[in-house]
C-alpha cells in the first residue's frame, strides 16, 4: 500500500534527516494559514513541471550560498507582489 511504502522509506531515512523533517513540519504548522497555502500552491506548481526542469532547479538551489539562496528567494516573492499588482 502507499502508506507501507512511505512508512518504509521513513524508516529508510537517516535519525539526523528525519529530525530535520520534523522541524520543518513543525516550523510549517506554526505559519498563518495564508502562508501554508502559498507554501502548498508553490508547490504544486512545481511538481507540474517535468521531471528534467525540477532537477535543473534542484542542482541550481543546491549549487548556491545560504546568502544567495535567501536572496534568490527575496527576489521571487518580489516577482510575485509585483505580478499581483499588474493584474
Known amino acids: 500500500s502507499h502508506a507501507t511504502d512511505r512508512f518504509q522509506r521513513w524508516r529508510g531515512l537517516t ?11 513543525s516550523d510549517f504548522q506554526n505559519l498563518p494559514p495564508a502562508e501554508q497555502e ?6 504544486r506548481e512545481y511538481r507540474r513541471l517535468s521531471a528534467p526542469r525540477r532537477e535543473q532547479l ?3 538551489w543546491q549549487q548556491k550560498s545560504r546568502a544567495e539562496r535567501q536572496q534568490m528567494l527575496r ?13
Open 58 to 60: 534542484r542542482r541550481q
Open 38 to 43: 502559498r507554501i502548498r500552491r508553490e508547490f
Open 15 to 25: 535519525e539526523k534527516r528525519r529530525t530535520l523533517i520534523r522541524e520543518r513540519w
Open 75 to 87: 527576489e521571487l516573492r518580489e516577482q510575485r507582489r509585483e505580478r499581483r499588482q499588474n493584474l
